[in-house]
């Protein structure tokens, strides 16, 4: 997931397609970017901040995911 944000963005405002819609974009263009296959234009990032009304920096802002503890691996390796 390269943009938590924004997807937690979106589920809150709506389904995928009404987004794509109101950016202009295809539905499978708007998921392709979403989950890392292609990436948005600077236009389509504006677009979409400007329809969430959120700022475009937090939205496409790119999480680490946090490291893990030693119980987790532990857990992991003896699923």
């Not at 995928?16 to 292609?38: D, F, N, P, T, V």
């Not at 990032?45 to 969430?52: F, K």
């Amino acid at each position: 997931m390269n943009f938590p944000h924004l997807l937690w963005a979106i589920t809150n405002w709506g389904p995928h397609y009404k987004l794509a819609r109101a950016i202009g974009c295809s539905e499978s263009r708007l998921s392709r970017c979403l989950y890392g296959r292609s990436t948005f234009t600077d236009e389509e990032r504006a677009s979409i901040a400007c329809v969430l009304a959120l700022s475009e920096k937090w939205l496409f802002e790119e999480v680490d995911p946090p490291a893990r503890t030693a119980a987790a691996d532990l857990v992991h390796a003896h699923g």
